[in-house]
C-alpha cells in the first residue's frame, strides 16, 4: 500500500515536471512560451538557450551593428584622448596605465633629466 502510494507521488511529479518543462520563459521578452520556441544549446545535455529564438534572430540582426558602434565608440575615444606631453611627444591615453607606460617611456624620461639639470 505504502509502495503503490509512493510510486503514484512519482508518477505525479514526473507529469508536473514534464508539464513545467514544456514551457520556459524568455529571458530577453520576458514571455512564457512552449519550448519548441527556443532552440537548443546543447542537444545531448537538453540545454535550451535563454532567449526565444524570435529574440535571438533580432539579437543576430543587431549585433553587428553594436560591434560596429563599439568601434567608432573606440576610435572616437583614441581621438579624443590624444595627449601632448612637454616632453614632444604625442599619445593616446584613456587608462591610467597609458599615461604610467609614457612617463616609463626614454623619450619622457631624457626630457626629465633635461629639465632637472637644467
Ligand atoms: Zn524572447
Ligand atoms: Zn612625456
Known sequence: MKRKYI???KKMIIHITK???SIMQCSCCKKILDKDKFSLKNEDK???YLHCNNCRE???TSRPDKQKQEKQRYEKLKK???IE???GSVYVAFRDFHILRHLNTLKHKAYLSTKASS
Open 85 to 87: 606631453c612637454n616632453c
Open 46 to 48: 537538453k540545454i535550451y
Open 19 to 21: 508539464r513545467y518543462t
Open 58 to 60: 533580432k539579437l543576430k
Open 80 to 82: 579624443d584622448a590624444r
Open 7 to 9: 510510486c503514484i507521488y
